[in-house]
């Protein structure tokens, strides 16, 4: 009885892990495959050719220069990325020791650390995201505990809760914003719009102002959905799911729905108060 009690616990400790891993760990896959297939950026002339980008990012030693020149070489850029879509893919597999999983989400997030001063111009916040979720699985299964593991779940869905809320309030001071001009605004550039979607703005600025502010509202408010043991949490992820899916559709921010869903478990875990059993 007591050894079912505990296989139970450990399963449900490890499953917003787990997703957490799989999904972020798709983000990474996704990450490196598409800069394996696409080097003009790092050819010469290139928006990262490396003849420009290394005066952007100096290192405080020879030594580590060194090294960053060395991860510079299109050749060794290349293995690294294989390397970290391997990586991936193990998390992604159905792999259950705790070691194995441990190791790669080590990688990955080491990885990306030393892979970041190549691709200076062109990460986002996808990128941010992924990490933290690799390195509090890293460390949380480090210690080979529940305790360890249900600390990264929390750590993970607190995160998120806080960049959310972070980017709405970060918003709230932008006089686009407020006077719900900024989506409009966004749709119109040619890095992050899409035209179709620019003219039925255009053409219906009372639902464009309308969407406008309630982006704002749901980033602002998230945190307030952890009140009354997270009632209205799943309704809110839901919201933002759709969100980050309307996202990959219009500004091309594919990786972004990857990341942020891979956090939505713990971030539900954390609001039901079920850390210690999740």
Request: hydrophobic fraction near 45%; charged fraction near 20%; aromatic fraction near 8%.
């Amino acid at each position: 009885m007591l050894s079912r009690l505990r296989r139970a616990a450990e399963s449900a400790c490890a499953k917003p892990l787990t997703t957490a891993e799989r999904l972020s760990a798709a983000t990474h896959l996704l990450s490196s495959l598409e800069y394996l297939v696409r080097r003009t950026d790092r050819e010469p002339g290139g928006l990262n050719d490396w003849t420009h980008t290394r005066s952007q990012v100096p290192a405080k030693t020879k030594a580590m220069q060194a090294v960053k020149d060395f991860i510079a070489r299109e050749p060794v850029t290349q293995a690294l990325h294989g390397s970290r879509a391997l990586a991936a893919a193990v998390l992604i597999s159905p792999v259950k020791s705790n070691k194995v999983r441990m190791v790669a989400n080590a990688y990955l997030a080491g990885s990306q650390l030393l892979i970041y001063p190549r691709h200076l111009f062109g990460t986002d916040g996808s990128d941010q995201v992924s990490f933290l979720v690799q390195t509090a699985a890293a460390l949380g299964r480090a210690g080979g505990t529940d305790a360890t593991r249900t600390a990264a779940v929390q750590f993970i869905g607190a995160q998120t809760v806080l960049s959310y809320g972070a980017s709405g309030w970060a918003k709230l001071p932008g006089d686009a914003w407020r006077s719900g001009d900024a989506l409009a605004k966004i749709m119109r550039t040619q890095t992050y719009g899409d035209e179709w979607f620019y003219h039925q703005l255009e053409k219906y600025p009372a639902v464009s102002r309308a969407v406008c502010h309630t982006v704002l509202a749901l980033e602002c408010g998230f945190p307030l959905l952890l009140l009354k043991k997270g009632k209205y949490i799943d309704a809110g992820l839901l919201v933002m799911g759709a969100f980050h899916i309307a996202n990959a559709r219009f500004m091309g921010l594919s990786r972004f729905a990857w990341a942020f869903a891979s956090t939505y478990p713990s971030v539900r875990a954390l609001a039901k108060g079920t850390g210690e059993a999740a």
